[in-house]
């Protein structure tokens, strides 16, 4: 078991999501940056799927009352154990009885922290996830508070630290053209694609919403609403557009511009508010190739990991 002392700012525990439930309209949830997640619980030897907590900002700290091997990947922390310095993106053992303190970020915008057996809170709807808005899942369907209790999973047999290479960021998101990318102005299609984008104080794990040059349509739509998923770009009537995130609604009714590939997803979880980022487009053969990539680097990770167990 885990005891939040500080619980930081809106840290939840996340999975990689609910699938099979959308037609009931529910949000996959899930974490943000799945792959940040996911080499957090390889570096742990845990199940991809296996829930941590997602850390957004602010001091996090908490006590363990059993032995734990543990990884902190995505967004750069400060990570301590008392006064001893831990590093980002290690698996690193912590004692019954110490405090674990992460403080941050110093870069990105979010972290995950996986735990050898998982964070053990019950199963909502197939998944582990927090989803705040419908107060689904997690610890009690809402972010920690002082003073939570948090159960793990039984504890696993492993025996020395290991690390592995983070991946660089770019701020160029690669998307595919949206259906509704006709119907805009030849001038907006343009601006879309050319402009850098910057990420609203309003975002959150529903949306990224951008700020800059007003798209236009050419003209006015009638559309029905219609099915949305994560990675959607939907053009308001203001003309700002908005990227879909894991908590998003399932559907809607904007014109949709572009698709964010999953593999590119991660970058707006790690984008600060402020921070200015570009639409890169793309092929659906780009976009596959953009996944093989990913699955590659697990890949190797994994065979890497196993040679120094």
Not at 124 to 133: C, D, E, G
Not at 283 to 288: G, H, I, R
Request: hydrophobic share 40%.
């Amino acid at each position: 078991m885990i005891e939040v002392l500080i619980p930081g700012f809106h840290t939840t525990v996340q999975d990689l999501g609910r699938t099979g439930y959308r037609h009931l309209g529910v949000s996959v949830s899930g974490a943000l940056d799945r792959q940040a997640l996911m080499l957090a619980n390889r570096l742990v030897a845990n199940p991809d799927n296996a829930a941590g907590l997602e850390l957004t900002a602010g001091t996090l700290e908490l006590k363990f009352h059993r032995d734990a091997w543990f990884s902190l990947t995505g967004a750069n922390y400060e990570i301590k154990i008392g006064s001893r310095e831990i590093w980002h993106g290690w698996r690193s053992k912590i004692n019954a009885g110490e405090t674990l303190i992460l403080k941050g970020p110093k870069s990105g915008m979010r972290a995950y922290l996986a735990i050898d057996g998982g964070i053990d809170v019950p199963i909502s709807l197939s998944s582990r996830s927090t989803l705040t808005a419908a107060e689904l899942g997690g610890h009690q369907g809402r972010a920690l508070k002082v003073g939570d209790r948090i159960p793990l999973g039984d504890k696993l047999s492993l025996s020395k630290p290991i690390g592995a290479v983070q991946r660089g960021y770019s701020n160029e998101v690669r998307a595919l053209a949206g259906p509704e990318m006709a119907l805009f102005t030849q001038d907006s299609r343009k601006v879309f694609w050319s402009r850098q984008w910057r990420l609203s104080n309003d975002s959150n794990r529903m949306g990224a919403r951008l700020s800059g040059e007003a798209l236009n349509l050419e003209q006015e739509p009638n559309l029905n609403s219609h099915a949305v998923m994560p990675g959607t770009i939907q053009v308001p009537p203001s003309g700002q557009p908005i990227v879909l995130l894991a908590d998003g609604q399932t559907t809607g009714g904007y014109p949709k511009i572009a698709t964010v590939i999953e593999a590119d997803l991660w970058k707006l979880a790690q984008t600060r508010p402020g921070e200015k980022l570009q639409f890169i487009h793309v092929s659906p053969n780009q976009a596959e190739d953009a996944n093989y990539e990913w699955q590659q680097y697990f890949y190797r990770l994994q065979k890497a990991i196993d040679s120094c167990s």
